[in-house]
């Protein structure tokens, strides 16, 4: 059986994300993308404005044939999370897959972000979702997500690798809190050993253990 998923995101660069984690599963996927609300938030639009926009978005999703619609902007999410409001589809948020594995943590953590406005949101979230016996550190890593923003990703992810081998993480659980950070942690993996949490990594188990959607059969 196929699903299909409509994705909301604040940049373009995050459907690349998502087909990689989808590739290979019985899914369609469509993509909607608002680039604009990073710097609306940054610009000081109210909370009441972004509330509606956001109510706005997810009801036009729900107009197309979707079977669920995946959040993968942790901004949206946090803003999300402050509405009194129901929605007639299921609604998949990418930090929470995350969450539980950071959760799971049997080190003290280094939470690593990029976009310091995501930080307060992403925590709070956290801390109100999952129970977590580990101390947790935060940690920006400066720079970085101007890069992203202005689609230079390859010097982004190099900053996010250098910040990783510069520094002595063998004693922490290190998490990359931001989908945009994912592939920067995989790449850091592979080079040093150590498991970094990303909400790519994640996604992919949520695929499989709660969506219970599996690859497809090669013919």
Do not use: W
Request: glycine share 4%.
């Amino acid at each position: 059986m196929t699903i299909h998923i409509a994705c909301l995101h604040a940049s373009a660069s995050n459907i690349a994300y998502i087909n990689r984690a989808f590739n290979g599963y019985d899914v369609v996927l469509t993509h909607v993308v608002d680039d604009n609300l990073i710097h609306q938030i940054r610009g000081g639009m109210s909370q009441e404005e972004l509330s509606k926009k956001i109510i706005h978005q997810l009801q036009q999703i729900e107009q197309s044939d979707g079977d669920c619609i995946l959040i993968t902007c942790t901004n949206y999410i946090a803003l999300l999370e402050e509405l009194a409001v129901e929605f007639k589809l299921p609604i998949i948020k990418i930090d929470e897959p995350f969450f539980e594995q950071v959760a799971r943590a049997e080190k003290p953590i280094k939470m690593l972000f990029t976009n310091e406005a995501t930080v307060k949101g992403t925590m709070k979230r956290f801390k109100a979702i999952c129970s977590c016996e580990q101390e947790i550190e935060v940690v920006l890593i400066p720079a970085a997500f101007e890069q992203y923003l202005a689609g230079e990703t390859v010097k982004h992810d190099q900053k996010i690798i250098e910040y990783l081998v510069s520094q002595d993480l063998f004693e922490y659980t290190v998490a990359a809190a931001q989908l945009s950070m994912s592939n920067a942690a995989i790449v850091y993996s592979k080079l040093s050993g150590q498991a970094v949490l990303n909400p790519l990594n994640a996604l992919q188990a949520y695929i499989e253990e709660k969506l219970k959607i599996r690859k497809k059969k090669n013919r």
